[in-house]
């Protein structure tokens, strides 16, 4: 029986609060044992499997901090979710290969999940506004001088 939108609503919020908590094994708790996890244009290319996603989450979670993600749209198909959503929070780390240094970040995202008849997600492909996080910490470090 396909998930209700609401029921895909939750799952994935609740994949986006174990993020903002950093919280690796939440996150990976919502992700099929066979996950396809795919963070398009990530040096590895598309993971298969929760072990094979968490140095994925181990890494952002030490190079973004003090984030939180704002739902701006979704749209809701048979066991799918498209979800265009804006991520603010600081770089401390090398998010994307960028020095942070503790620094102000926002840019866009956006997720196309697919979930098992269990209500897990069975693959995430993830795009990154990554022209807005290459704009944004260059100028930063403009500014400073």
Not at 51 to 79: I, M, S, W
Not at 83 to 102: H, K, M, N, Q, Y
Not at 111 to 135: K, P, T
């Amino acid at each position: 029986m396909p998930l209700t939108p609401a029921e895909m609503d939750r799952k994935i919020d609740e994949h986006f609060a174990f993020e903002a908590r950093d919280d690796v094994e939440g996150v990976l708790s919502t992700l099929t044992p066979d996950v396809v996890h795919d963070v398009v244009g990530w040096p590895t290319g598309p993971a298969h499997g929760r072990a094979a996603a968490r140095p994925f989450y181990e890494t952002l979670f030490a190079d973004l901090a003090e984030g939180e993600v704002k739902c701006l749209r979704r749209y809701h198909g048979q066991n799918f979710l498209v979800d265009e959503s804006l991520w603010r929070g600081t770089a401390p780390g090398r998010p994307f290969g960028i020095e942070g240094r503790g620094r102000p970040l926002e840019f866009r995202l956006l997720h196309i999940i697919e979930f098992s008849e269990s209500g897990s997600i069975a693959r995430e492909n993830v795009w990154v506004d990554l022209a807005a996080v290459i704009q944004q910490l260059p100028q930063a470090e403009e500014r400073a001088a």
